[in-house]
């Protein structure tokens, strides 16, 4: 057997085992990332010592790095819900589309709300709307918050700040270049939302029976979209900059950093909450929200510096360059490897910050460029889109919050995450060829 099929069989045995414990045993994702992290230093010949202080270097680098992006990007998205920002980026979408193109609206406005606002979160906060465009343009039952849902997933799992895509950054060395991850997710994510659309219209026969205009009210404030606009903004900045010049200059460097634009937003969006007791109890809101995101991240970049750290590295430079192995072969392995953990544990976070770790020492083989590591974490987080189902907690808010029932769900909803996941995959492929 040669070194790459043991390399097959020992991924294909360590991602058996991470379902099996988180899936089955119902262990935690970070404590299974902790065994796993132990079990693969040891299997590939590290002393206990080394992999202890390779976890630990993996655990810093990520909770002073990426870490403090994940709770800021929280806080913000904690503090956007209770605003406002979000009622008036709805009427701002929907009185932009919605007159003869509610889906189109409904799937630009997920899209843009699960930017700074985790999914779950979001439809929740906008099921209502949905329901109530639905009525309004006598559309099939579930057909606008199938919409909606689809749109927000598809920034849960394609576009920073949101914890996925940022800590499958970390992971992969992308950390300080968040604007090329932000860039080529909108990118991915704009085809995603036309295959939403087109599905909808096509699939599901989605087309609006009425007439209808809808009317925002008086004076809306778009101050309270300044917050999420400008960390975008500033982020992409920076890294159109880096790409452009030879030497960026430190005090920009600092400027663009996503951990300063998102300080900056969030000190924006904080004087936009009037109440001090409000803004303490959106603070300590955020912070929770996150704990359990940057601990299961943390553990993620553990076993990422243990795979680092062993041989796994050379061997697969030896065996990449000897078998010719292509940038596509592994943009597929890791779409496979995320959707295998998606499907079977639920998590689309987890999923991407498994697989990013997994696939690490492949991408350190392969010599990957900047952007075309950014799609690599775009092929993942298309993956970690599906299959949604049962043991989703999104799966559920989706149905219960629209009034669908299970089968309904997994007809709709479930189907749904697999075609755009493919179609993001696909996307991946076209953009790595150009």
Known sequence: MGPLAEFLLFLAALVTGIILFISVLKVHPAVTLAIAAVVSGWVLGLSFPDIGLAMLDGTIGILTGIGVVIALGAILGKIMEASGALEVLTLAVLNTFGKDRP??????????????????????????????IEDEFSLKHGIAPLALAGGLYTAHTLIPPTPGPVAAAGNLGMGSQLGLVILSGLIISAVIVVTLILLSRLLFKASPKKDVVLHSPKNPSLNLLLPIVLALVIISAGSVLSLLLDSVPTVITYLTHPVTALLISCLIAWY????????????????????????????????????KKSSMAEILE????????????????????????????GSSTASLVITSSIMFPLILTAELSPWETALMIGAIGSGSMAVSHANDSFFWVVTRFSGLTVRQGYLRFSLTTLLLSLSGLVTCLLLLLL
């Open 103 to 132: 889906v189109t609206a409904l799937a630009i406005l997920g899209l843009v709300v699960g930017i700074p606002v985790f999914c779950d979160s979001g439809f929740i906060i906008l099921a209502s709307t949905a329901n109530r």
């Open 318 to 345: 030896n065996t990449f360059a000897e078998t010719g192995g292509t940038v596509a072969g592994l943009f597929i392995i890791g779409y496979l490897v995320a959707l295998i953990l998606k499907t079977a544990q």
């Open 272 to 307: 936009q909450v009037p109440s001090p007791e409000r803004q303490t109890g959106l603070l300590k809101s955020g912070i929770m929200s996150a704990v359990p995101v940057i601990v299961i991240t943390a553990m993620g970049g553990a076993f990422g510096a243990v795979l």
